[in-house]
């Protein structure tokens, strides 16, 4: 899920910064030669506990499925891409790629990117750490 706060003062609500956020992201992912497979995975856990998201779904050029949490932010100064991830995150992440590699008839090799977009316009610095983190 990108990161999203209150609006900014370019006069964007968080929700379109995110969203023009992670248009940008997989931009950068399909001029890498990704594939596109699904935007915004989500499921529910139940009705009183969170499910998970998965911001984008993509697949490599040999067939691996990557699940993408993208991230923005404001400058890099609070660590890398993988710090932006907290392990309550990762956990939701690896539960919807579960759910959603179960309606698959065979399962693919997959891993979890992140990447993160920080700045923004000339100054904008874009981080794709690839495997950041396991399933386990």
């Known amino acids: 899920m ?3 706060g209150s609006v900014g003062s370019a006069g964007s609500t968080a929700k379109e910064r995110g969203d023009a956020g992670e248009a940008r992201a997989l931009a950068h992912l399909l001029r890498q ?3 596109l497979v699904q935007r915004n995975y989500r499921v529910a856990r139940g ?4 499910g998970g998201e998965v ?3 993509l697949r490599e050029r040999d067939g691996t499925l990557v ?3 993208v991230r923005l932010r404001r400058s890099a100064s ?3 891409a993988a710090a932006s991830v907290s392990a309550t995150k990762q956990r939701r992440l690896v539960f919807a790629a579960q759910h959603y590699l179960n309606t698959l008839g065979s399962l693919p090799p997959c891993r979890f990117d992140v990447l993160a977009i920080d700045g923004h316009g000339a100054s904008e610095r874009i981080e794709w750490l690839r495997s950041a983190f396991d399933n386990s």
């Not at 009705?47 to 969170?50: D, I, S």
């Open 47 to 50: 009705p009183n506990a969170r």
């Open 78 to 80: 609070h660590g890398g």
């Open 33 to 35: 030669g990704l594939t």
């Open 2 to 4: 990108v990161t999203r």
């Open 67 to 69: 699940f993408v949490e």
């Open 55 to 57: 911001d984008l779904i």
